[in-house]
């Protein structure tokens, strides 16, 4: 009964945000890739919203029911049916009088299941699309036949950009190159380690007082360089984001340095590499959102090359949804962490 509730909902709010698309003909940012999307999509929407009117999905709504929700500006009703019933009054109300609707929606579209994303770039062409990582291991790969398919599945959104559309993409990535490489729009690459349109250069963690408190870094494009200061948070993952979100808002005409400058106050969601401070001169790292092999990596990596510390510790959980991946994985990154921790939780 509830999936059969759940796929009426779904019918219904796809229907209206697709009438409400046609009505208005936003310009669509869409954001996918195995890890980074909702501060990937967090950072280009802060870039954006001073020089455009831009509305971003809530949190990580970036699902057949998400997606449908940040479009018509809606919340998720969960488990109340009066709500939704509710949601569906005002969706039709939103699509029939759309009022000063945004010019830009920047979208998170994310893939839990086979056919997810093929199901929601049916109805949904961006205009920008947004590729961030597609390692070898990627998440919810316990649900699809090889890891192959999951790329397959999130390609199918680079499949639906228009034809005079952008891919904005991780050139550091060897999958993501493979997927630009075979993509006939244009396309932008921004990366740490390779030369790209957009790169990220000279990146150090900022101390005081001899405790973390975030991030100095440069970016470089073809025509101009800006410095970037991100506070509150480290990690390298953090340098894609801004180059990234630096990417896309060159294809609004946005410069670079006007991109830094509206960064400055950025603040990367709950649960992303965020730093907080902890009693007896301790500093915690807090990267709790979700855990993948890749993701994992990168914090690990992080708390390696933080200075000033006696003693670190990591408090790791599960990855799940790893599939016949997920034991070798799992020793995998209980090496990298022997390797940079004194003590392993």
């Known amino acids: 009964m509830k999936s059969i509730f759940k796929s009426l909902i779904v019918t219904i709010l796809t229907a209206e945000a697709r009438l409400l698309l046609r009505r208005t003909k936003p310009k669509i940012v869409a954001i996918t890739g195995s890890v980074g999307k909702t501060s990937t999509k967090d950072a280009i929407y802060h870039v954006l919203k001073n020089k455009v009117r831009t509305r971003k999905s809530e949190k990580s709504y970036n699902s057949d029911i998400g997606v449908p929700l940040s479009i018509l500006g809606l919340d998720n009703a969960w488990q109340n ?41 049916s109805w949904v062409k961006p205009d920008i699309v947004v590729l961030t990582r597609l390692p070898s291991v990627p998440v919810h790969v316990e649900y699809f036949s090889s890891p192959e398919a999951v790329i397959a599945e999130k390609r ?24 630009s490489e075979q993509t006939r729009q244009r396309s ?46 480290i990690g390298v993952a953090h340098t894609y984001n801004f180059s990234a979100a630096a990417a896309v808002a060159s294809c609004f005409d946005i410069s670079l340095n006007d991109s830094a400058v509206a960064l400055q106050d950025f603040i990367p969601p709950p649960g992303r590499m965020r730093l907080i401070e902890g009693i007896k001169n301790t500093v915690i790292i807090d990267d709790t959102y979700n855990s993948s092999p890749v993701a994992v990596e990168r914090s690990l990596s992080t708390l390696k090359e933080i200075k000033g510390f006696n003693r670190k510790v990591a408090v790791l959980g599960d990855m799940l949804e790893l599939g016949r991946f997920s034991v070798g994985e799992h020793e995998r990154v209980g090496i990298q962490a022997e390797e940079c921790t004194d003590l392993l939780i």
């Open 81 to 121: 049916p009066f709500h939704w019933f509710k949601n569906i009054i005002d969706g039709l109300l939103h699509a029939l009088f759309p009022g000063n609707y945004p010019e830009v929606l920047v979208l998170e579209m994310g893939v839990d299941r086979p056919g997810d994303m093929k199901k929601l770039a």
């Open 188 to 233: 932008i690459g921004y990366s740490r380690y390779s030369e790209s349109d957009f790169v990220v250069k000279g990146d150090e963690v900022i101390y005081k007082d001899g405790s973390p408190k975030g991030m100095g870094f440069t970016i470089h494009s073809n025509k101009e360089s800006a410095k970037c200061t991100l506070l509150g948070a």
């Open 156 to 179: 199918a959104l680079v499949e639906a950009l228009k034809d005079d559309g952008v891919l904005i993409y991780n050139h550091d990535d060897e999958a993501v190159k493979d997927v």
